[in-house]
């Protein structure tokens, strides 16, 4: 089938990934096509998982919910995308599990992005965010917590190795060659061999997201030594001293130009590509007591470097992972630091990142310079200001975030991308026109209403191209037009999304979408 494939600027075919096994179909290519059985709605969803021999990791408790949705979800196009999309991770991106060769009690998972053979800091986290529920305190090597405590290991040493970086190669243990990256490489590698690092973007919310599948794994096992025992402390570390370099602004209070430890330019023909001011992107006020991000979640560069949806992250799951800190043992001042620091990228987005829209009234910026000048949008990758509730920053009843939310959904966002197909918030990264499935999940996410949730539900399952799965973008006036066959997160994302609403609004599950 047709889809354009680009993900994070790289052409996901040049990349193509290892089969698991030598007679196992390359799931880049089997995710194009269609396979029986069809679901028997008007939609013929493909069954897309891969066969048992085939899949990368098996649960037993991931195959019990997939086997009890089944009686929940009552319209058959919607439990064949949830059959399809839930356990799409496990079945397709447990790319190596193993231990380290220093210490043979420290799992590793490299757990990949899907059609690129690589292993991003965001998208593994939220990965396994698709089976915290199902997550419970385990030592056994074959348990999602095993997988769970793999990929944190894995983060850690990523994050000490290359901090300013956002995707990794296979570790040494695994034995995999690493993979080429198909763009020019960057003028400045600050802290990257390319045998480690697969891109080295600096995108704050990569490091937010180690904090997060941190407290994610720790809240639902409380497993105290796990994080005592490796390298969690000192990645930690790490990640505080790495963000507090980058508090700093563009110019000093004498007026000399601060150095800044990271700077990015690359050979491209696409603006989002590359920083502009010489790799220092444009100039933000010093002081401001917001972290700089380079990037965005999607991958693109920032406008204004000071990007609110990843400062509101990074201070929610600093200050929870402020209270591991706190409970590991003589780490107190530590601890203490870190929920102050988080305490105080709050005040500063309270105080930076709201703006007065005449017709909305105080919403939230997407980005700001700190100067006075803001970037108003919203771009669907998480996070995103709409997920602000999703990511625990705040709640949805919050004033500023329903007027925020009622603006980023209507036409008046510049990336709300509209037409028959579709109707959802996209970015930059896959283009005018093109809707993210991913904005559509948010957007169920943080509503209540059971009409907006059935209404959008109906089109994320109409618009598969028949494929049952969740793709990266989809075309308003097109649904063959779209991007990334197999984007792990995004599939993972639309299970949670359905196991929500079972606890939540059970009567959307049990609505039909034909
Ligand atoms: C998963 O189970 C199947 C049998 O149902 C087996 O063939 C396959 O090797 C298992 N996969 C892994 C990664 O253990
Ligand atoms: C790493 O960089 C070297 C030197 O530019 C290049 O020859 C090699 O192909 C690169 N390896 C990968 C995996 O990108
Ligand atoms: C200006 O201030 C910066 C930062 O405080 C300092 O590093 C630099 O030496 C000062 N430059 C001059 C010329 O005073
Ligand atoms: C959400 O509201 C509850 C109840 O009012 C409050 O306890 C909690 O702190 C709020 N959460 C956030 C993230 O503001
Ligand atoms: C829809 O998109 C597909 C894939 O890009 C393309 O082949 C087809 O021509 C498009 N259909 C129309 C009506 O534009």
């Given at each position: ?49 891969p ?13 019990d ?9 009552k319209?058959?196009?919607?439990y ?11 079945d ?17 998972t490299f ?12 998208d ?13 305190a ?6 999602i ?6 990929v ?23 034995g ?27 995108e ?14 720790y ?31 563009t110019?000093?209070?004498n007026?000399s ?22 790799g220092r ?11 700089r991000?380079a990037f ?31 409970n590991?043992?003589?780490q ?18 309270t105080?930076?990142?709201?703006v ?22 919203d ?16 709640n949805?009843?919050d004033p500023?975030?329903?007027?925020t ?19 959802a ?17 948010i ?6 209403d ?10 994320i ?8 799965l ?23 994302l ?21």
């Open positions: 089938m047709r889809g354009r494939t680009f993900s994070s600027g790289i052409l996901a075919s040049a990349a193509a990934v290892a089969v698991v096994q030598a007679q196992c179909p390359d799931y880049s290519t089997f995710s194009q096509q269609r396979h029986e059985p069809f679901s028997t709605g008007k939609y013929q969803l493909s069954y897309m998982r066969e048992p021999a085939c899949r990368t990791f098996n649960s037993s408790i991931v195959e919910t997939i086997t009890d949705m089944k009686s929940v979800i319209d058959p196009d919607l064949r995308l949830f059959e399809n999309s839930f356990p799409n991770s496990l397709t991106a447990v790319r190596w599990k193993g231990f380290a060769a220093n210490n043979p009690m420290e799992e590793l757990l990949i992005t899907g059609d690129i053979n690589a292993m991003w800091l965001r593994s986290a939220n990965q396994m965010q698709s089976y915290l529920t199902l997550l419970k385990d030592s056994s090597y074959d348990s917590a095993s997988l769970y405590r793999g944190i290991n894995l983060q850690a040493r990523y994050i000490n190795e290359a901090p300013h970086c956002n995707s990794f190669q296979p570790p040494v243990e695994s995999l060659a690493p993979t080429q990256n198909q763009q020019k490489p960057d003028v400045f590698t600050p802290d990257a061999s390319n045998q480690t690092v697969f891109e080295c973007k600096y704050l919310d990569s490091l937010a997201a180690f904090l997060e599948i941190s407290t994610n794994y809240e639902a096992t409380n497993d105290i030594e796990f994080f005592k025992n490796f390298q969690w402390v000192s990645a930690t570390n790490t990640v505080i001293a790495t963000t507090e370099a980058l508090l700093i602004g110019y000093a209070s007026g130009v601060n150095e800044i430890p990271y700077t990015w330019m690359r050979e491209t023909t696409s603006a989002t590509e590359t920083l502009d001011n010489s992107g444009n100039p933000v006020q010093d002081g401001t007591g917001l972290v991000s965005r979640p999607s991958d693109d560069s920032t406008i204004y470097q000071l990007f609110i949806p990843a400062n509101m992250m990074f201070s929610r799951y600093l200050d929870s992972a402020s209270k591991i800190m706190a590991i043992g003589n107190r001042n530590l601890a203490n630091h870190m929920h102050n620091f988080a305490g105080r990228i709050r005040d500063a987005v105080q930076y990142g709201i007065n829209d005449p017709k909305y009234g105080q919403v939230y910026a997407f980005e700001v310079d700190g100067y006075g000048s803001a970037n108003r949008m771009d669907a990758n998480i996070p995103s200001l709409l997920s602000a509730p999703f990511i625990g920053y705040l949805v009843s500023v975030y329903q007027n939310r009622k603006y980023v959904l209507s036409k008046d966002n510049p990336y709300f991308m509209r037409g028959p197909v579709i109707n918030i996209g970015g930059p990264h896959a283009g005018f026109g093109q809707a993210w499935p991913m904005a559509s999940i957007r169920i996410f943080t509503t209540d059971s009409h907006e949730i059935e209404t959008t539900l109906k089109e399952v109409s618009s598969t191209d028949g494929l049952g969740i793709h990266e973008s989809i075309n308003t006036f097109n649904q063959s037009d779209w991007t990334r066959q197999w984007f792990s997160w995004a599939n993972g639309f299970g949670q999304c359905l196991l929500d609403l079972k606890e939540r609004k059970l009567s959307t599950l049990q609505a039909s979408y034909q």
